[in-house]
């Protein structure tokens, strides 16, 4: 059902019950009945009312229904009602109300499944990698379910910010420093001289070399850095080795279709005294203790559900990994954005309940939700059978331009983000290259260029589609195909308020298959004028709809395949 002939039924419905039992104030939910034989829409309405108004559950069902049918409103609306089981309320809609998302996607186009704007605003902070090394999997795996979930908000009505958090200090960056030291002096990965703690990619060679040659490399964000080449100077090479990864992640970010709003240094929180300034505030404010030479902090206490206080300073001196991360949620928080979304791997879950922790001790108002996180889980990568572990680019693992060069980035982006994010999945390569109805991104996009060939062959002029009036789409697979794309706002709303991308991909999945089974049951380009310009509307409708759904996970909708 579309979301306003939603509304208007719960209000029959709720009307329907007042009649019944005036005090009632029941939260009427609408499903989808299982098995299309049931109907097209149900609720449980008297079966939750039935018990605290001591009746029987059936006749309160059939009570509501009368009243429900008796409404001059839902004659256009409900064609017939049956009671199943203890008192379910099945509710099969008219073949108007279903024909009716024909005429709301035509008036939206584009904007079908999107709301007005709220005036909310939201920070989405994902990928955030270390410039120690190229982009991995799991960061491709962050930066799809990041970008559709920004994408989902704003389709929401949200205003939304991407935001990149690049850790540029510690001991990772020194590590990649003196690799690089090590690289440009002649030390070999495998030589028991290099650093035990190297970084051993390829990589590591083309910035020691670049940097021996003193070349120049920017970031998006950043002022050029010059490569002095000596080699002797660490911090001129951990420098030139940060811009340099900065600028190589970069155009990973770039090769996936993907552009961020700002980006955070770690190192900012430090040399602006943010890091500093919180510590003090959480020991003003009394949630820290001095012992065996290191400061702790109070996360037990502090109600986000820490089983043990937390190490903020260490005995030998230098702050914990969670301190930094807790000086810059409260810049998010200070900076306006009162809704926060982290998009991190599933090994960040230790350092949840302490963020938040830090964040109550600053008594500024926080709440203790704040930021919210959707953690997700490893990716394996097959090919052939076999697992997929190596990149020669990175040395250790397959990287996200190495996905992007095996398949697209259509396949990557939709591959990960089928599954729910904590859910460890597999991303098969030969099923992602396939040309198959197993292969989901084929199967979908392959029905939007099916579509746009049966359109632009049909010999119709797309003002003749537009106009052409829908009474005659009444077979079981137009009314299955139409009860879909009406669902698409919905959808919409259920994966922003759950983090949950999947949900449009597996919609996608659902549409095009019932848009298949469409158009291999009934003939688009019969004789008869006003049923063939009828179903090529329908048509029509599909090819926006399905549009829409994947611009919401950043996939293209070709026109032809």
Same mark, same amino acid.
């Given at each position: ?88 309320? +099945? =509710?099969?809609?008219?073949? &108007? $109300? !279903? ?6 996607? *035509?008036? %939206?186009?584009? #904007?079908? /499944?999107?709301?007005?704007k709220t005036g909310e605003k939201v920070l989405v902070e994902f990928v955030s990698a270390n410039p120690t090394g190229p982009l991995h999997v799991g960061h491709a795996r962050q930066a799809a379910l990041g970008d559709a979930i920004c994408r989902l908000f704003d389709a929401s ?17 020194? +590590? =990649?420093?003196?690799?690089? &030291? $090590? !690289? ?6 495998? *030589?028991? %001289?290099?650093? #035990?703690? /190297? ?76 890091v500093e300034r919180a510590v003090q505030t959480l020991i003003a404010n009394g949630h820290t203790y001095e012992d065996g030479g290191a400061l702790w902090l109070r996360t037990t206490e502090l109600g986000t559900g820490d089983d043990k206080d937390r190490v903020m300073r260490k ?219 009828a179903r090529l509307r329908l048509a029509a409708t599909t090819r926006q709809v399905l549009a829409n759904g994947l611009t919401l996970l950043g996939l293209s909708a070709p026109q032809r395949m």
């Amino acid at each position: 059902m579309l979301p306003e002939q939603q509304h208007q039924l719960i209000s029959l419905l709720q009307e329907a019950v007042a009649g019944l039992l005036p005090d009632a104030a029941p939260t009427i939910l609408l499903e989808r009945p299982k098995a299309a034989a049931h109907g097209d829409v149900a609720t449980n309405v008297a079966m939750q009312l039935a018990k605290p108004a001591k009746r029987n559950p059936r006749e309160l069902a059939q009570g509501i229904v009368e009243a429900l049918l008796a409404h001059p409103q839902a004659r256009g609306l409900i064609d017939s009602a049956e009671i199943a089981g203890p008192g379910f309320i +099945n =509710l099969r809609l008219t073949a &108007q $109300a !279903r024909q009716a998302v024909i005429a709301a996607v *035509a008036a %939206q186009g584009e #904007a079908f /499944g999107r709301a007005a704007k709220t005036g909310e605003k939201v920070l989405v902070e994902f990928v955030s990698a270390n410039p120690t090394g190229p982009l991995h999997v799991g960061h491709a795996r962050q930066a799809a379910l990041g970008d559709a979930i920004c994408r989902l908000f704003d389709a929401s009505g949200w205003d939304v910010t991407r935001e990149f958090y690049y850790n540029d200090s510690g001991n990772q960056i020194h +590590n =990649l420093a003196v690799s690089v &030291q $090590a !690289r440009a002096r002649g030390v070999q990965p495998d *030589a028991p %001289q290099w650093p #035990a703690d /190297g970084y051993k990619g390829d990589y590591i060679l083309d910035i020691a070399r670049d940097f021996a040659a003193r070349a120049s490399v920017q970031a998006a964000d950043g002022e050029p850095v010059q490569a002095s080449g000596d080699l002797d100077n660490l911090d001129d090479i951990r420098a030139f080795a940060v811009a340099y990864l900065r600028r190589e992640q970069d155009l990973d970010l770039q090769a996936f279709g993907l552009k961020f709003d700002n980006f955070f240094l770690e190192s900012s929180l430090y040399t602006s005294g943010r890091v500093e300034r919180a510590v003090q505030t959480l020991i003003a404010n009394g949630h820290t203790y001095e012992d065996g030479g290191a400061l702790w902090l109070r996360t037990t206490e502090l109600g986000t559900g820490d089983d043990k206080d937390r190490v903020m300073r260490k005995s030998e001196g230098g702050y914990t990994y969670f301190v930094p991360d807790v000086a810059y949620h409260q810049a998010k928080w200070e900076r306006g954005f009162h809704h926060a979304i982290n998009i991190q791997g599933s090994d960040h879950h230790g350092t949840v309940a302490r963020v938040r922790a830090g964040l109550q001790g600053l008594d500024e108002g926080i709440p203790k939700d704040f930021p919210a996180y959707v953690l997700h889980k490893m990716v394996k990568v097959m090919r052939g059978g076999e697992e997929v572990k190596i990149s020669k680019r990175a040395g250790s693992y397959v990287t996200m331009r190495d996905l992007i060069d095996w398949v697209g980035r259509d396949a990557v982006r939709y591959f990960l983000i089928q599954r729910r994010a904590d859910t460890e999945f597999v991303f098969d390569i030969d099923l992602a290259l396939s040309k198959s109805d197993e292969n989901p991104v084929y199967y979908i996009q392959y029905a939007h260029a099916r579509i746009c060939t049966m359109i632009n062959g049909s010999g119709e002029q797309d003002d003749a589609i537009a106009a052409a009036p829908v009474d005659a789409l009444v077979a079981p697979t137009e009314f299955a195909l139409m009860q879909r794309l009406s669902e698409f706002p919905a959808i919409v709303r259920l994966a922003a308020q759950e983090l949950a991308p999947h949900h449009i991909a597996f919609w996608l999945r659902d549409c095009a298959s019932d848009f298949h089974a469409w158009y291999n049951a009934e003939r688009v380009l019969v004789d008869d004028a006003a049923l063939k310009l009828a179903r090529l509307r329908l048509a029509a409708t599909t090819r926006q709809v399905l549009a829409n759904g994947l611009t919401l996970l950043g996939l293209s909708a070709p026109q032809r395949m």
